[in-house]
């Protein structure tokens, strides 16, 4: 993101005319941002609609104590993540036989989408069980942040964030096997 979208952001903040502008703006970013996530390109949409819902209706809430482009990684992370839980949810409630004929074959399903979505099962499990570590790590291994810039967002000591991810990280490998 670039400061044309931190001025637009809080242009938007103030102005009902301008959030439109700012939507479009960042749309394509979080649809990206949502599709890291998200291997299937309609759920990662329906993430990214979230997001931007979430965005136009707590705006007026944002305290500016940190850059806007942090506070929306951090609405995508939680979007695409909800948005995964709401998919397993209902996958299953719908479990049964005919389904099981219907699932993808593993030897043609992507390398790729099999993988961020043994990714999304490790982080559920280890929210279970470290839920401290799972947003620092979301933050620099999906969304990108730099270090200061999530200690920033936790208001959180440089040192800790880096602990932190590093036991994420760790968790996530035994997690993965």
């Known amino acids: ?3 044309d979208v931190e001025t637009l952001a809080a242009e938007a903040a103030v102005d009902p005319a301008a959030m439109d502008r700012l939507l479009r703006r960042i749309e394509p970013e979080v649809l990206r941002r949502c599709a890291r996530f998200l291997p299937c390109r309609q759920d990662a949409e329906e993430a990214c609609q979230d997001a931007l819902l979430k965005v136009a209706a707590n705006l007026g809430e944002f ?21 995964y839980r709401s998919l397993k949810r209902r996958s299953d409630r719908q479990f049964s036989d005919e389904l099981l004929e219907l699932r993808p074959d593993p030897r043609t399903t992507s390398v790729i989408a099999g993988s961020r979505l043994d990714l999304l099962d490790a982080l559920e499990k280890l929210e ?3 839920p401290q570590v799972v947003r620092p790590f979301i933050l ?15 208001a959180s000591p440089l040192g800790t964030v880096k602990s932190q991810v590093h036991d994420a990280r760790q968790a996530i490998q035994q997690l993965l096997g």
């Not at 305290?63 to 948005?83: D, E, M």
């Open 1 to 3: 993101m670039d400061a």
């Open 140 to 154: 620099r291994d999906i969304s990108q942040l730099t270090y200061a810039e999530i200690a920033e967002e936790l």
């Open 128 to 130: 279970a069980t470290k």
């Open 63 to 83: 305290q500016w104590r940190s850059k806007f482009s942090t506070w929306l990684h951090t609405i995508v992370s939680n979007s695409a993540l909800s948005t």
